[in-house]
């Protein structure tokens, strides 16, 4: 019997809602400050409806289902899946007053691209937004590759029992620190002390390539937050082409790795623990799948001859492929290259990579380096039990953070995740062939998509189908929450209506 839920339950969800939703009104605060000071008056304006339009909607909310009780696993999950919907809608806002999309659908593909890190855009004369406009698609994509819920745990929920249960729903089970509130907290930090250097690197390269200084700043700070929370959102229509700057892409590859690494890999590195990066069974798996796909990617290239220097090899090659694995989608090539250079092996290679993705309590999608690893250890141990005498007890351990024996049920988790992100991957492909779109590109434009990627072969477009616009819109939600979450949300709805 499925018990229906009771108006304390409905209280819960949309008190926590409406704090994260006040979070974002204080954020949108940064882009109407920016709007001010270039003297932007249009986007100033927008900035300020959809501020008084977001605090408004938070207020209604946390005054309307006030309650002192902590949330549960049911609201927690259920929170942070319905908050990135409703994000969506209000970080769409300001977006669509500004001009440069076709429609309000189109600037909520954008805001849940942005948010979900993924990278699509449907933006209409992109070299010629504002300056308020390109830095809010930047920072929706810095405040998603943290978390919406990092957001609230951070400045807004105190203490709350139920805060680690909405930490979980946004697909992060894994606390760095002792206390969830704490985690986020140094997540923050992390990201920020990146910032601030990262910032500095790029726009100091920017400026060395003849950018005036102001602007090689805010190219520098968009950059890095695109980069780091491996999101591929860019200032300029030409993605990283834009720059013709070796120097630029070896630093962007960089940030893109650091923002493809676990937190807490990044916490035990800071804390002295530089040994780790070599022992841990994401980054040996990291390396392994980066090895073998680039190997595939580059066997592909060969037998089209599509870039006969070892220079251009690596910065049109190597660097599309890293930003696939880390689920980045910069791009130093235009997107119709994909299909009519690479040739169908190299671009298979491109797409196991997305498939992939980076590592768990990271920024990025996929399915998640340390998954892989965990299947490939019991596909091991199954061989190893297969082989050995029927009285022999055979274990198998890994190495993350600490030695982990493997169990059945951990094996069996991440399987089921891995299962679930390729039937994602494959539904998509087959929407964007009930659209006549060929298989392969179906299936990347899909798997880019369910990986929060951004990668296109130029199948994403204005002019697309709005039924694929949502599809890929549902596979950027389900993916960057990696299901459960989702799953919960809908069995909580399904209960409101059937519940006895």
Same mark, same amino acid.
């Given at each position: 019997?499925?018990?229906k ?6 209280k ?6 409406g704090?994260?939703i ?6 949108m605060?940064?882009?109407?400050? &920016?709007?001010?000071v ?11 409806i959809?501020i008084s ?7 209604i909310l946390?005054?309307s ?10 609201? %927690? ?7 990135w ?7 769409a806002?300001p977006?669509y ?8 659908l ?13 990278g699509f855009t449907?933006?209409?004369?992109l ?13 929706? &994509?810095?405040?998603?590759?943290q978390?919406i819920?990092?957001?609230?745990l951070?400045f807004?929920?105190?203490g709350?029992?139920?805060a ?23 997540? $923050?930090l ?7 250097l ?8 920017a ?14 700070v968009c950059?890095?937050?695109?980069a780091?929370d ?12 834009y ?9 962007t590859?960089?940030?893109m ?8 890999l990044h916490?035990?590195?800071?804390t ?6 070599w022992?841990n069974?994401?980054?040996v798996?990291?390396?392994v ?8 990617t ?5 037998q ?13 090659g ?12 910069? &791009? ?8 009519? *250079? $690479? ?13 992939? %993705?980076?590592?768990?309590?990271? @920024? ?20 190893r039990?297969t082989?050995?005498?029927e ?8 190495h993350h953070?600490?030695e ?5 049920k951990?094996?069996?988790a ?9 039937v ?6 087959v929407?964007? &062939?009930c ?6 590109e179906?299936?990347?434009e899909? @798997?880019?998509a369910?990986?929060?990627v %951004? ?8 002019s697309?189908p ?6 890929y819109m549902?596979q950027? $939600?389900?993916?960057?929450? *990696? ?5 919960a ?5 399904i ?6």
């Amino acid at each position: 019997m499925i018990l229906k839920p009771q108006i304390q339950d409905f209280k819960i969800v949309g008190y926590y809602l409406g704090k994260i939703i006040t979070g974002l009104g204080v954020t949108m605060i940064i882009p109407l400050f &920016m709007g001010i000071v270039s003297l932007e008056i249009g986007p100033s304006l927008d900035f300020l409806i959809a501020i008084s339009i977001t605090f408004s909607v938070g207020f209604i909310l946390t005054t309307s289902f006030h309650t002192d009780r902590d949330p549960g696993w049911m609201h %927690g999950m259920s929170v942070a899946a319905l908050a990135w919907i409703v994000v969506m809608l209000l970080v769409a806002i300001p977006l669509y007053l500004s001009g440069h999309w076709k429609s309000y659908l189109d600037t909520c593909f954008d805001s849940m691209s942005g948010l979900t890190t993924s990278g699509f855009t449907l933006v209409q004369d992109l070299d010629h937004i504002s300056f308020a406009h390109n830095l809010w698609r930047h920072l929706i &994509m810095f405040i998603g590759g943290q978390g919406i819920i990092i957001v609230a745990l951070s400045f807004l929920v105190r203490g709350a029992a139920g805060a680690f249960r909405m930490y979980v729903g946004e697909a992060r089970d894994e606390k760095i620190l002792p206390n969830v509130i704490s985690t986020s907290r140094f997540i $923050w930090l992390v990201s920020i002390t990146y910032l601030i250097l990262g910032t500095l690197s790029l726009a100091g390269v920017a400026f060395y390539e003849g950018i005036p200084a102001k602007k090689a700043v805010f190219h520098g700070v968009c950059v890095f937050m695109a980069a780091f929370d491996t999101g591929g959102f860019a200032v300029q229509s030409q993605s990283i082409l834009y720059y013709h700057s070796f120097p630029f892409e070896i630093l962007t590859i960089v940030i893109m790795f650091l923002g493809s690494m676990n937190f807490k890999l990044h916490y035990a590195v800071w804390t002295g623990d530089k040994k780790e990066i070599w022992r841990n069974i994401e980054t040996v798996t990291l390396f392994v799948t980066i090895t073998l796909t680039f190997l595939i990617t580059a066997a592909g290239l060969q037998q089209t001859a599509t870039y006969p220097t070892a220079i251009s090899f690596f910065r049109k090659g190597f660097y599309q492929l890293i930003s696939a694995h880390t689920t980045t989608g910069y &791009m130093t090539i235009y997107t119709r290259q994909l299909i009519n *250079e $690479w040739g169908p092996l190299a671009l298979a290679g491109i797409t196991i990579a997305m498939t992939i %993705g980076g590592s768990i309590c990271s @920024t990025t999608g996929g399915i998640k380096a340390l998954r892989i690893g965990i299947v490939f250890k019991g596909l091991l141990q199954d061989i190893r039990r297969t082989v050995s005498p029927e009285s022999a007890i055979v274990t198998q351990k890994f190495h993350h953070i600490r030695e982990i024996f493997l169990e059945d049920k951990q094996v069996r988790a991440a399987a089921i995740i891995l299962l679930a992100y390729l039937v994602l991957y494959v539904f998509g492909a087959v929407v964007g &062939m009930c659209f006549g779109y060929p298989f392969m590109e179906s299936l990347f434009e899909s @798997t880019s998509a369910a990986a929060n990627v %951004g990668l296109s072969c130029g199948i994403t477009n204005a002019s697309m189908p709005a039924v694929l616009k949502i599809t890929y819109m549902f596979q950027m $939600w389900i993916g960057r929450l *990696e299901f459960m979450s989702v799953f919960a949300l809908i069995a909580f709805f399904i209960a409101a209506i059937k519940g006895k």
